[in-house]
């Protein structure tokens, strides 16, 4: 099966759980995560029509995708893993949407640059919600207080939430604290749900769910 069969057997699954679970058709935006692949893997897929997608490392991303937006309008690139401060610059001029902020030092050096650069891009603060010591994200006790200090203090435009559940425990659960943190927070975005179990985050209320091997295949690390 190709990439492009692929991808439409994603947005079709999409759509299927909007309608289970009572959402508006078109609700949730699908980020189709694009690390590790090289250009030539990514074409097909900006070729059926896909236009979001999700990146982990700002100097991937760099790489390939000038190119790739030289050759096609409308792409909207999501950084999705963990930012180093020193990258907020790169980060900035690269990304439209970041997904990742935990800590007030990325969250200064970011709205620095976006201030710097006149690109006020929307942002979610990363909630660690199994409270992994291994895995970045706020606490989601410390939650409330830091997306209070990014809005008012930083000035940062924090649109929603994201989590990435323990790989051992029913991802439900972790779905639902994350809503509810964001429904507290006046929060009406929620960025949650992989290749895994993206369906039974449209259930929780994702409105981006970020799915990459079920659309490019088996990722290959080394």
Known sequence: MSSADRLADVLADISAAETEFGRSPGSVQLIAVSKTF??????????????VFGENRV????GKWPGLREDCEGIELHL???LQ??????????????HTIDRAKIA????????????????????????????????PAETDAFVKSCIEETGLNIVGLMCIPPVEE???EHFALLQKIAARNG???????MSSDYHTAVGFGATCVRV???????????
């Not at 990459?212 to 080394?222: E, K, L, M």
């Open 170 to 172: 029913a991802p439900g």
């Open 59 to 62: 100097q991937e991303a760099m």
């Open 38 to 51: 090289e250009a030539d893997d990514i074409r097909p897929v900006l070729d059926a029509g896909q236009r």
């Open 85 to 98: 401060s020193n990258k907020a610059k790169e980060a900035v001029a690269t990304f439209d949407v970041i």
């Open 80 to 82: 999705i893993g963990p």
């Open 212 to 222: 990459g091997s079920s659309i490019f295949g088996h990722r290959d690390y080394t």
């Open 187 to 193: 929060l009406d975005q929620l960025s949650m749900g």
């Open 108 to 139: 200064k050096a970011l709205k620095a640059e976006m201030d710097r650069q006149e690109r006020q891009l929307p942002c979610f603060v990363q909630v660690n919600t199994g409270e992994e010591p291994q895995k970045a994200g706020v606490s």
